[in-house]
């Protein structure tokens, strides 16, 4: 059997870390994802909230490295979770079991991520240490050149 989704979205509020009794980190968010039509009688995009929930590695990383607002990629498979209520009526939810999560959009302008500031970083470091430096000349003029480009 197949059970694999691929959703892209917006998160609509900050992901929330816990731990379950046996120390397992679980996220859980929520993504805005629109629809690939607009509405007949409105002319908007109807936008569904789906459920996510990232365990283990998955999930800290997502509670460290995105927040409200940014743009995900989630990949997983679709769980549908039954319960009882406090008034005892049977209850069904519909979630996404993250596999993986990528960004989707580019690293916020603030330089925040999860509501904190990195020192040292620029929007430029390009991942590279504070104060990295390359040794020697970074460009060098090539002795042959003529100037002429190849096309």
Same mark, same amino acid.
């Given at each position: 059997?197949?059970?694999h989704i691929?959703?892209m979205?917006r998160l609509?509020r900050? !992901?929330?870390?816990?731990?379950?009794?046996?120390?397992? /980190?679980v #996220?859980?968010?929520?993504l #805005?994802?629109?629809?690939?039509?607009k509405?007949?009688s409105?002319?908007?995009?109807?936008?569904?909230?789906?459920?996510?929930?990232?365990?283990?590695s998955?999930?800290?990383?997502?509670?460290?490295?995105?927040?409200?607002?940014?743009?995900?990629?989630?990949e997983?498979?679709?769980q549908?979770?039954?319960w009882?209520? *406090?008034?005892?009526?049977?209850?069904r939810? #519909?979630?996404?079991? &993250? +596999?993986?999560?990528?960004? &989707? %959009?580019?690293? /916020?302008?603030d330089? @925040?991520? +999860?509501? @904190?500031?990195? &020192?040292? *970083?620029?929007?430029d470091?390009?991942?590279?240490p504070?104060? =990295? @430096? !390359?040794?020697?000349d970074? =460009? #060098?003029?090539? &002795? %042959?050149?003529?100037?002429d480009? /190849?096309?």
């Amino acid at each position: 059997m197949l059970n694999h989704i691929e959703i892209m979205g917006r998160l609509g509020r900050d !992901p929330e870390l816990r731990h379950t009794q046996s120390g397992t /980190p679980v #996220a859980s968010f929520s993504l #805005a994802v629109d629809r690939d039509f607009k509405d007949k009688s409105t002319g908007e995009r109807v936008t569904d909230w789906i459920d996510v929930v990232a365990w283990r590695s998955t999930g800290e990383f997502v509670s460290k490295y995105f927040s409200k607002g940014r743009m995900a990629v989630v990949e997983g498979r679709l769980q549908i979770r039954e319960w009882t209520d *406090k008034e005892g009526n049977k209850r069904r939810t #519909a979630e996404v079991v &993250a +596999s993986n999560v990528y960004f &989707a %959009d580019s690293k /916020p302008n603030d330089g @925040q991520s +999860s509501g @904190q500031k990195t &020192a040292g *970083k620029k929007d430029d470091d390009f991942g590279l240490p504070a104060g =990295f @430096q !390359p040794s020697g000349d970074s =460009f #060098a003029d090539l &002795a %042959d050149d003529d100037g002429d480009l /190849p096309f």
